[in-house]
């Protein structure tokens, strides 16, 4: 599967918004396949940027618990930090419907837009690469 282009400048960072829906894990495949990670969010204005540019459509971003004990974490690395991540949670979330679900969408158009689902249904997703500028 071929992603390619659209790429979109924010903060230091590539962003990807795919055209098609996938499993949490076959995005994140795709995602390392083109030398980035699903997204992580880091900051409001991180958090701004992907709702407004996902204009209310559900997204996999990059934090998941699969895998790790019950324990959310960034595919990317990045350190969950559950204190200043509250914020980003639809009330009421995340509710692991079905005690299944792990990973994360972000799924509506405000600061409150994440929701924990099944890592086997399909959505959109997010992929997050570093800036790096090309050798000249
Ligand atoms: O009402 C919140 C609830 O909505 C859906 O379940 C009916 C979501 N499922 C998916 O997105 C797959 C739940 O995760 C969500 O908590
Ligand atoms: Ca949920």
């Known amino acids: 599967q071929v992603v390619s282009q659209g790429w979109k400048y924010f903060g230091g960072h590539f962003y990807y918004f795919s055209k098609i829906s996938k499993t949490w894990y076959s995005a994140q495949q795709i995602c390392i396949s ?5 997204t992580s969010v880091t900051s409001e204005r991180e958090q701004e940027f992907l709702y407004r540019t996902a204009g209310g459509l559900p997204y996999w971003i990059g934090l998941t618990k699969a895998g790790s004990e019950g324990d959310w974490h960034w595919v990317d690395g990045t350190p969950y930090n559950k204190v200043q ?3 980003f949670w639809i009330p009421g979330e995340p509710n692991n419907v079905g005690n299944n679900e792990h990973c994360v969408t972000l799924k509506t158009s405000l600061l409150r837009s994440w929701n924990d689902a099944s890592c086997d249904n399909t959505f959109l997703f997010i992929c997050k690469r570093s800036y790096k500028p090309s050798e000249p």
């Open 34 to 38: 083109r030398d980035s990670h699903l």
């Open 85 to 87: 991540s509250e914020k």
